[in-house]
């Protein structure tokens, strides 16, 4: 994995709420294995606030780091 997805990876938190979590891929790359486990391919950003992932997933779009996103 590149470097930046791992980095991600490791910062990447889950909450129990589903409008929290905003999904890079779409759901042809993504598999739900439970509410709280999920496997995406190029990114996920998860917050507490639903605007907090709105704007970390629009940093990773335009092409800025988990770092930036955080």
Do not use: W
Request: proline share 3%; net charge negative; with cysteine.
């Amino acid at each position: 994995l590149p470097a930046t997805a791992i980095i991600l990876l490791c910062i990447v938190t889950f909450s129990n709420s589903n409008h929290s979590r905003a999904f890079l891929d779409t759901n042809d790359h993504l598999q739900e294995k439970s509410p709280d486990i999920l496997e995406a391919e190029h990114g996920v950003v998860a917050a507490d606030d639903e605007r907090c992932s709105d704007i970390g997933t629009d940093v990773l779009r335009e092409g800025g780091h988990a770092v930036d996103a955080a």
